[in-house]
Nanobody
Framework: QVQLVESGGGLVQAGGSLRLSCATS????????MGWFRQAPGKEREFVAA????????YYADSAKGRFTISRDNAKNTVSLQMNSLKPEDTAVYYC????????????????????WGQGTQVTVSS
């Protein structure tokens, strides 16, 4: 059983930064993809960023490009999301997800193609 535990959420003013971490019970390299998603009240869970297990390639939603950076520490089995220049519209519960099997070239963007999830961490950005 894979366990994912997120941390690092909180309340921050617009323009500020937060760093989210996702601790995994298994090797991050063994996962085809690990991603960060977010879900605001009344909205569907949406893709934020992902990192591919085999080659370390990273991918971002348009809303995250230039502001967020996903990274991994293979020795510590953690995946992090550095969020800078935060905006009120970034307010959401942020979830870390991991794929158990390869789901195709663009599978990293689709929440339903992830097999494991953390409990989520709240990020609130005040204006």
């Amino acid at each position: 059983q894979v366990q994912l535990v997120e941390s690092g959420g909180g309340l921050v003013q617009a323009g500020g930064s937060l760093r989210l971490s996702c601790a995994t019970s298994g090797r991050t390299l063994s996962r085809p993809a690990m991603g960060w998603f977010r879900q605001a009240p009344g909205k569907e869970r949406e893709f934020v960023a992902a990192i591919i297990g085999t080659n370390g390639n990273t991918y971002y939603a348009d809303s995250a490009k230039g502001r967020f950076t996903i990274s991994r520490d293979n020795a510590k089995n953690t995946v992090s999301l550095q969020m800078n220049s935060l905006k009120p519209e970034d307010t959401a519960v942020y979830y870390c997800g991991a794929q158990g099997t390869y789901r195709g070239s663009y599978g990293y963007r689709t929440p339903s193609l992830y097999d494991y999830w953390g409990q989520g961490t709240q990020v609130t950005v005040s204006s």
